[in-house]
């Protein structure tokens, strides 16, 4: 039965469900399952063979590492109904290499959707005050130099609780140490005084906040815990935060 079946090209999608019942009686299922057993080790032995020759190049040009029995699976699957048996047909180097950009492309699409399952979601600093008392705080913040000037909304935004990966125009702050660099602790200072006067609440990092929206005229702030102020060891300018805030 199985010598019949792989010399009449026959495939499982081309009998009919007439006579199945039939079949399964004769065995004819089993051997069909043991005829795609014996093409698929075939297969698997060609794919070996192949994937010694050129796996190496493969890895290098695409940077693909895939599993031969995935490969076998992938093969067997694309072949046509006639191609079994004696009419296998045989492992191409373009075959090896159509996998490896459907397998990159896949890595791709899992890693793109694990990335977005795991990215957190983080908000600004949400303002608890009128808009009036932000605008006056907007405007000492500029007239004293502590701020470049911007627009208002976009500063506004930063404190409207939004998500700080939309912010696009941070605020750049110009106070330096004395080495010339940028004072983090009095940015820390600042959003301290504003928090603790009920100014302003948020959720989350705060180290990822302020660097999201904050940074200097000509980089990026990546801030850390060391960089925010601690009880008794403020910065230069906490009483001027603390009169501009009483000021609002």
């Known amino acids: 039965m199985r010598n019949d079946i792989e010399d009449n090209n026959q495939n499982l999608d081309d009998l009919s469900m007439g006579f199945a019942f039939d079949m399964a009686n004769n065995g004819v299922f089993d051997d069909l399952r043991e005829l795609i057993t014996q093409d698929k080790g075939k297969i698997s032995v060609d794919a070996e063979e192949q994937l010694l020759r050129i796996g190496n190049y493969i890895k290098i040009k695409t940077g693909a590492i895939f599993r031969m029995e995935d490969f076998v699976e992938w093969f067997s699957g694309r ?25 990159i492309a896949m890595l791709d699409d899992k890693i793109s959707m694990a990335s977005d399952q795991q990215k957190e979601v983080i ?22 130099e502590f701020i470049k000037i911007m627009e208002f909304d976009d500063f506004k935004f930063i404190f409207s609780d939004q998500k700080i990966q939309d912010v696009e125009c941070q605020i750049v702050w110009l106070k330096v ?62 009483m001027d935060f603390e009169k501009m805030i009483e000021a609002l």
Do not use: M
Not at 79 to 103: F, S, T, V
Not at 127 to 137: H, T, V
């Open 123 to 144: 908000t600004g600093f949400n303002w608890l005050g009128n808009e009036n008392q932000l605008q006056k705080l907007f405007n000492k913040l500029v007239e004293d």
């Open 177 to 238: 140490t004395l080495n010339k660099q940028t004072n983090k602790k009095s940015i820390s200072d600042l959003i301290n005084v504003l928090e603790s006067s009920k100014y302003i609440t948020y959720k989350g990092s705060i180290v990822k906040i302020l660097s999201y929206c904050f940074k200097s005229e000509n980089s990026e702030l990546k801030f850390t815990h060391a960089n925010l102020v601690k009880k008794d060891n403020y910065s230069e300018f906490r």
């Open 79 to 103: 072949r046509k109904l006639k191609q079994q048996g004696k009419n296998l047909p045989r492992i191409e180097d373009d075959d090896l290499i159509e996998y490896a950009k459907i397998y």
